[in-house]
């Protein structure tokens, strides 16, 4: 059975930092790009990060830009979303996915993801 489990969430101040983390399992996915999205309560899920299969190209939604980096560890099966100056409007759950297409680049829509965790509550207080 193929899961993504996401870890790392919880509550900072405005300014501060937190890293998430995302373990893979049932299946390598070194070969499939990944990606992070997040859902604010009464909002629609949002596009935050994507990276390549190799890890060497990734791409960051505009209201990130700067200050979140995604990083990959394929020996690890793993996935991070590094969070630093974090505002009170990334407050959301936050949900590792990763797609089922093979050596692909970033990939920006969620309907291109197959595979889904069950996200981590990131708060950040003002």
């Known amino acids: 059975q193929v899961q993504l489990v996401e870890s790392g969430g919880g509550l900072v101040q405005a300014g501060g930092s937190l890293r998430l983390s995302c373990a893979a399992s049932g299946r390598s996915f070194s070969s499939n790009a990944m990606g992070w999205f997040r859902q604010a309560p009464g909002k629609e899920r949002e596009f935050v990060a994507a990276i390549s299969w190799s890890g060497g190209i990734t791409y960051n939604a505009d209201s990130v830009k700067g200050r979140f980096t995604i990083s990959r560890d394929n020996v690890k099966n793993t996935v991070s979303l590094q969070m630093n100056s974090l505002k009170p409007e990334d407050t959301a759950v936050y949900y590792c996915?990763?797609?089922?297409?093979?050596?692909?680049?970033?990939?920006?829509?969620?309907?291109?993801?197959?595979?889904w965790g069950q996200g981590t509550q990131v708060t950040v207080s003002s």
């Open positions: 996915a990763a797609t089922d297409g093979w050596y692909s680049g970033p990939k920006r829509f969620g309907n291109e993801y197959v595979y």
